[in-house]
């Protein structure tokens, strides 16, 4: 495969990533733990028969243990930390915190050895949390439970962070162990679910095919094409064309008439994909 083909590839992950959230609202009002578990199960069950028919199986063995805990403790927290978040809170607002992550990511590059922190990384660093407080502020006393599931996002958004500059130095790991990550996930989630949880099931088809697409979508495809696009593509291209996923879920949010279109969610928005913009050229720079 070429490089602008694994870039194209990767980049259909950005593009369900979009839909994450709307697909998220849709769902309810299945909990977050069981909402993992059955994502993770079809996104994994798919990616176990994909590789049963193209002979990745084989692949699995030589994959470290400890690189499997460390796939499923970020597949797994991340995506209980964002569902709750927007179970929790007005699901615009808490997907934009959630959605720093592109921005952490690149602060977080530049403190690495070798690199250095510049000035556009901070001024996108006060740009992108700008946009968050500004949302914090107008949420939290307006909306029960809105500061909980605001706080909920920002760690989301720290575990994507940790979890994708951790996976820097596993480039060497085959995309195949993604299959594992995700069914482990759904394993872990299963558990904590029958544990914690009182369970909920979607009332209407439209649930139901909302888990479905979340499964198959940005809890399942998305994470096989993007490892892909990172270890074969253009890296810097797809590190920015991430920065469009807050934009576009906060559109299509809006247009589902999920969220109101307010003046300070337009502000937030473009604050924050605008400073992660302006973190990642100062990173080229």
């Not at 690199?115 to 968050?132: C, D, K």
């Not at 107008?138 to 760690?155: C, R, W």
């Not at 369970?199 to 649930?207: D, F, H, Y």
């Not at 890296?235 to 999920?258: D, K, N």
Request: with cysteine; net charge positive; hydrophobic share 60%.
């Amino acid at each position: 495969m070429s490089q602008g083909a694994a870039t194209a590839v990767g980049f259909s992950a950005v593009l369900m990533w979009a839909l994450l959230a709307p697909l998220t609202v849709a769902s309810a009002p299945v909990p977050p733990l069981l909402l993992n578990a059955l994502c993770f199960g079809i996104g994994g069950g798919v990616g176990l028969v994909w590789l049963a028919a193209t002979g990745g199986l084989k692949k699995l063995r030589n994959v470290a243990p400890a690189v499997y805990v460390f796939g499923t403790v970020g597949l797994f927290g991340y995506h209980f930390l964002y569902f709750s978040a927007l179970r929790l809170a007005p699901p615009a607002e808490a997907g934009l915190i959630a959605y720093l992550w592109p921005l952490l990511i690149v602060l977080g590059s530049g403190l690495m050895p070798g690199e250095r922190l510049r000035a556009g990384h901070v001024l996108g660093a006060l740009a992108g949390f700008a946009g968050a407080a500004l949302l914090i502020a107008g949420g939290i006393g307006q909306v029960e439970g809105a500061g909980a599931g605001y706080a909920l996002a920002l760690m989301a958004a720290l575990t994507w962070t940790s979890y994708s500059l951790i996976s820097r130095s596993l480039g060497h790991v085959p995309t195949a162990a993604v299959a594992v990550f995700c069914l482990a996930s759904a394993a872990l989630a299963g558990l904590t679910h029958w544990l914690l949880e009182t369970p909920a099931w979607p009332e209407e088809a439209v649930g139901w095919g909302a888990v479905l697409l979340l499964g198959l979508g940005p809890v399942g495809l998305a994470f096989f094409t993007w490892d892909i696009g990172v270890k074969r593509g253009n890296i810097q291209l797809l590190g920015t064309a991430s920065y469009a996923a807050p934009l576009l879920s906060t559109l299509i949010l809006v247009a589902a008439a999920m969220a109101p279109l307010t003046w300070s969610l337009a502000l937030a928005a473009v604050l924050i994909t605008g400073g992660a913009a302006m973190a990642a050229r100062a990173g080229r720079g």
